[in-house]
């Protein structure tokens, strides 16, 4: 499997988990501790209890490819690639702001991931936004979730991923 390949697999859990780790400072907001569940359901391998986690209207737009409308577009993206990495990531959140239902948060990250198959390492690094909607249930669901490659973000991490 060639980088860019892996990259395409591996992508979509960054932008995620940038609302499910805990940051450097050791500080949870309400709405990333709402999104650890994210991290728990991806390691599992758990693709329906991860969909429960969207809206049905979520939009998910990742740096170099087409964005995803729709929960089942983004149930059918990650149901290739659940699973398919060993995978450690480091945040630094920029900003979280929470106005009545609707939550976001800003966020720099680092990803290291090896390939379950290959062995092959991909490295990533930059910036997420992540844009939360408060369900009827008074859970964090999410709503739209963007990355970017940033010049200002890279190897290595402030806690020494590399």
């Known amino acids: 499997m060639n980088t860019q390949a892996l990259r395409t697999l591996l992508l979509p859990a960054v932008i995620v988990l940038a609302g499910c780790v805990q940051d450097s400072v050791g500080q949870d907001g309400p709405v990333r501790a709402e999104g650890s569940r994210w991290a728990e359901y991806y390691k599992a391998g758990d693709l329906d209890s991860l969909m429960t986690l969207y809206t049905d209207d979520a939009i998910v737009a990742l740096h170099g490819q087409p964005a995803l409308y729709g929960k089942q577009a983004v149930r059918e993206y990650f149901s290739t690639r659940i699973g398919t990495a060993d995978t450690e990531f480091e945040l630094d959140y920029e900003l979280e702001e929470i ?63 590399r």
């Open 99 to 161: 106005h009545g239902n609707i939550a976001y948060i800003i966020s720099k990250y680092w990803l290291v991931a090896k390939n379950n198959e290959t062995g092959e390492t991909y490295k990533d690094a930059g910036r997420s936004l992540l844009v939360y909607k408060r369900g009827p249930d008074g859970n964090w669901l999410i709503a739209a979730d963007i990355d970017q490659a940033t010049p200002d973000v890279r190897f290595p991490s402030p806690g020494g991923l």
